[in-house]
């Protein structure tokens, strides 16, 4: 089973082919122009689960939101600072904003009711666990009479 990135779903399929390729092979959001606001994503598949890696160093726990939404997984997180300097001659404010959504369409194997997730060294670790049913049966040997 495969893990889908969900696609923009503000743009009909040609925009999205049109606006998103970038001179170097790379893609990019028209919504975000800079690359840098879409963490890297490792996905892993093994006998028992899937495991998604979300690269977000700098950020703590409680920054990420996590919802389940119709088999679709959806990873975000906002960050706003505001800074405030005031001086006898001038004043000066600097607001910086950083956010991120990933939306992941998860195959029908995933048992919804065991998902789980740890932020640990800068990486956020989403456990998503198969169904008993669905996962992979050793083959048995049958010996020979």
Do not use: C
Not at 108 to 137: F, M, W
């Amino acid at each position: 089973m495969n893990i889908v990135k969900r696609k923009n779903a503000d743009f009909p399929s040609i925009f999205d082919e049109l606006f998103q390729t970038d001179w170097f092979g790379g893609m990019t959001n028209p919504a975000t122009a800079t690359k840098g606001n879409i963490p890297a994503t490792n996905i892993k598949e093994t006998t028992d689960n899937f495991v998604l890696e979300v690269a977000a160093p700098g950020k703590v726990k409680e920054d990420f939101k996590l919802s389940l939404d119709h088999n679709v997984l959806t990873i975000s997180t906002e960050d706003k600072k505001e800074e405030a300097t005031k001086e006898e001659n001038y004043s000066r404010k600097e607001f910086s904003f950083s956010a991120f959504t990933r939306s992941f369409k998860l195959p029908q194997t995933v048992n919804k009711e065991e998902i789980n997730a740890t932020y640990t060294n800068g990486i956020l670790h989403v456990s998503l666990p198969k169904r008993e049913e669905d996962k992979v049966k050793p083959k048995r040997l049958i010996e020979i009479s």
